[in-house]
């Protein structure tokens, strides 16, 4: 009797220390994961969620305090002035022109985007070449490596004044011009043209993935019952494709309110005449803040931009996941 | 979907689209694909323009005469340009290094399972993609804060951490490791740290160089940073150099002055074949290795595009 009850306690201790071990192990690896973490969301915490506390500027009337001009102080001794910053902003026509640019702007690349891309990724599928189709596919790929500072270059060799390409052209012709950097008329189609010579390459890309990924007895069944290759193209291969197309439709939507500054900023070169159709929300922000030195509004049209934005994404998303599980950010 | 690009294409003329039609796909395809690498070879040529010729009929695909010019300034002015080029390396090999280090270790704890936070950091990276404090406040902190001023912190800091990295990595965890392995050298008394470094880093390899291309090029073709945070000159890097050539023409002439044998003259100065020169110079080291790595990007950005 005595001998059992020794064992049954030793067993209890030896199943405590053992459930201990294990509490421990379990410990050490969630400390040993979170060192993992811990470089990365450093780095988030101080460039990216430090700054979304600075949103007040946005409700300030931002001054520097130049007794001790910290970040902090700057903030603490600026005064309030509630949302006037907003209401400054609205009342400007500047902003409903970078408003309507920066929409309008993004409709166009959606729309054309997905018909330019989708139409040659069918188009290079058809072609019996292979590797000559592999020499198309690196061509087109290019500009997307390479810096809107650069691609701004490739502009100007055609559009600079005097030595420009079609300058000399324009001359030859004997068409007055006025000089392109000044000329807002052009710009909307080049911009349009800027943006798609640099990522058509790659959303080709992704379409050729997917039409990759078709199953080819779907192609063969439909040519055995004598379907032509507009109707195969039609009934098989854009149905394949149509998650991909609403998926990548509704992402590029939740990010209407942004733009790629180089392309609205580097590729004009920053030409003043041309801010009527080259202003975008994000040229405003930082030209009000490095420009004009207009921090409060800078950051309140920032603020704007970015909190439409998040709701936009919120709404998009949830819609990705009803279509496409697997494609939903989170 | 990300393995072989060539798969699925057809390789005879069975059920292909009639030989006419085929033609004038090639004809629409070959133009469009011409026009994106047109413009570079113009640049190139310009490059080699004469700068009497760019005078006589500006800038031409048929120059009438060619010349080194462009070129031999470029090796002369020296200073600020080797300096630029130094500068744009060396940030991209810093920042690449530590970037792809931070990406590895981040998303490897977002890949495990039995991670008792996942959720909470998956949440932590994932929102700073949709929301974000804005321009105005980031250069606050990063600049009056963090000191990212005029130093080359300024150049490495503000790409060094990307969330969409970290979801395209752990998505290439996910596909390439096994649970089990993780299992097995566990109970085998290998510690964290060692897994991860002698186990799985080895068998990501394709995943992990395709970050850190992805990486390589943010860092080279990063101006936006420049633009910024540097004022001083001695830490510009090659597109921020090539961007401030634009605005102020003579800039590197009136930066040559400094402790230079040749004395640079504005007025024969080349400065559009000059410019160009420098065009080429950036784009050649991203020309000549992208075809190797344009394999692995792809591989990547198929990944990367739907989840981001």
Known sequence: ?330 | MNTSMSKGYKSSRLGAISVPAEIILHVIIAVFSLTCIIPFIFCIIISFTSKQSIANIGFSFFPQSWTLDGYKYVFNMGKQLWLSYFNSIFVSVVGTVLSVTICILYSYALYRRDFKYRRFFTLFAVFTMMFTGGLAPTYQVSKIMLGLSDNYWALIVPLLVNPFNFIIMRTFFQSSVPDTIIEAATIDGSGEYNTLLNIIIPISKPGIATIALLTVLAYWNDWFSALLYIDDNSFYPLQYLLWQMQSQIDFLAANSGKGLETVVNVATMPTQSFRMAVVVLVVIPIAFAYPFFQRYVVAGLTVGSVKG
């Open chain 1, 1 to 330: 009797m005595i001998q059992n009850t020794m064992n049954s306690s030793e067993l209890a201790v030896e199943r405590a220390t053992a459930q201990n071990r294990m509490s421990f192990q379990r410990h050490k690896k969630t400390l040993i994961l979170l060192s993992m973490v811990l470089p990365g969301a450093i780095w988030l915490l101080l460039l990216r969620y430090l700054p979304m506390f600075g949103i007040v500027m946005a409700f300030q009337n931002w001054e520097i305090y130049y007794d001790n001009p910290t970040l902090f102080s700057n903030i603490i001794h600026s005064p309030w002035v509630g949302l006037q910053n907003f209401a400054f902003l609205f009342a400007t026509s500047d902003c409903w022109q970078m408003l309507f640019n920066t929409i309008a702007y993004n409709l166009v690349f959606i729309i054309l985007g997905t018909i330019i891309s989708v139409a040659f990724a069918i188009m290079m599928s058809e072609l019996t070449l292979r590797r000559l189709m592999k020499t198309y596919q690196t061509m087109m790929f290019f500009p997307f490596f390479l810096s809107w500072v650069v691609a701004s270059y490739f502009l100007y060799a055609f559009l600079a004044p005097d030595d420009g390409l079609m300058v000399h052209l324009f001359k030859n012709l004997e068409i007055t011009q006025l000089g392109w950097y000044n000329d807002t008329r052009p710009w909307p189609y080049l911009i349009v043209f800027a943006h798609m010579w640099k990522n058509v390459g790659y959303t080709v890309v992704l379409y050729m993935a997917a039409i990759v990924g078709i199953d080819s007895s779907l192609f063969e069944a439909a040519r055995i019952d004598g379907a032509s290759k507009w109707q195969q193209i039609r009934y098989v291969t854009l149905p394949h494709l149509t998650t991909l197309i609403v998926v990548l439709l509704i992402i590029n939507v939740g990010k209407i309110f942004s733009s790629d500054f180089g392309l609205f900023y580097t590729v004009p070169m920053n030409s003043g005449p041309l801010i009527p159709v080259t202003q975008v929300v994000d040229t405003y922000v930082y030209r009000a803040l490095l420009n004009t030195g207009d921090v409060g509004m800078s950051t309140a049209a920032g603020l704007f931009q970015s909190a439409v934005g998040f709701v936009l994404v919120l709404i998009t998303n949830a819609i990705v996941r009803k279509v496409e599980p697997d494609s939903a950010m989170f």
